[in-house]
């Protein structure tokens, strides 16, 4: 029962470094998502996609980049770090929204600081 | 617009007593709402969903949480603490019509327990 995966777990970066975040899904879930973790803030949406091909922003988007080329997989770029980056990282997946009852399930997180 | 309010960021008990974590929210449509747990260092966990059917929804782990619509509420309740328990508790509420399977998070409440 694999889930949802994400790599790498802890990661640290230059500032100007750009890097990609790795997440897959082995439930053939329509739905992805990346959010970001910040103290006291709960979780916000960077990006999402409803299928793939399909992709859009979510509450903070800006430096990031996604695509959807499978169904499995949902990676998150990072153009151009910067120190504002730093957080905890966290993908998601849901056979439908959340808003209609489905569950989502979260990877374990990806930790991130750019110095 | 949706958004949630995590009344207590910091909630402490003993072990063997209860506990409450208040959460309110706030929706245009009638939406779905989530209680997550988060564990030092890990991933979130779904402890229970309401989807609009029973108004008291059971999880894992003996919580429990009641729908009040009045109210705008969505508190988290359960009978006697366990050490285990220790973790921090996300309320999230999505709601139907979001286009982008947002979920809106509060900012958390760190459950401690004391022995």
């Known amino acids: 029962n694999a889930g949802v995966t994400q790599t790498p777990k802890f990661q640290v970066l230059k500032t100007g470094q750009s890097m990609t975040l790795q997440c897959a899904q082995d439930?053939?879930?329509?739905?992805m998502s990346w959010y970001r973790q910040d103290p006291g803030m709960g979780l916000r949406l960077i990006h999402y996609?409803?299928?793939?091909?399909?992709?859009d922003q979510g509450e903070v988007p800006n430096g990031y980049n996604v695509s959807r080329s499978t169904t499995e997989d949902f990676p998150l770029r990072l153009l151009s770090a910067a120190p504002s980056q730093t957080s905890v990282y966290f993908c998601?997946?849901?056979?439908?929204?959340?808003?209609?009852?489905?569950?989502?399930?979260f990877g374990e997180g990806s930790w991130l600081t750019v110095v | 617009a949706q958004s949630v309010t995590q009344l207590d960021s910091h909630v402490s008990v003993s072990e063997g007593t209860p506990v409450l974590l208040r959460c309110n929210y706030s929706s245009s449509y009638s939406p779905s709402l989530f209680w997550y747990v988060q564990h030092p260092n890990k991933g979130l966990q779904l402890l229970l969903k309401y989807t609009s059917a029973a108004t008291l929804v059971k999880g894992i782990n003996g919580f429990e949480a009641e729908f009040k619509k009045s109210e705008t509420s969505f508190h988290l309740t359960k009978p006697s603490a366990h050490m285990s328990d220790a973790a921090e508790y996300f309320c999230v509420v999505s709601d139907p019509n979001n286009a982008g399977n947002m979920l809106t998070f509060g900012g958390g409440t760190r459950l401690m327990v004391k022995p």
């Open positions: 998601a997946s849901s056979r439908g929204t959340g808003g209609q009852g489905n569950t989502i399930y």
């Open positions: 439930m053939n879930h329509e739905y």
């Open positions: 996609s409803v299928g793939a091909g399909i992709t």
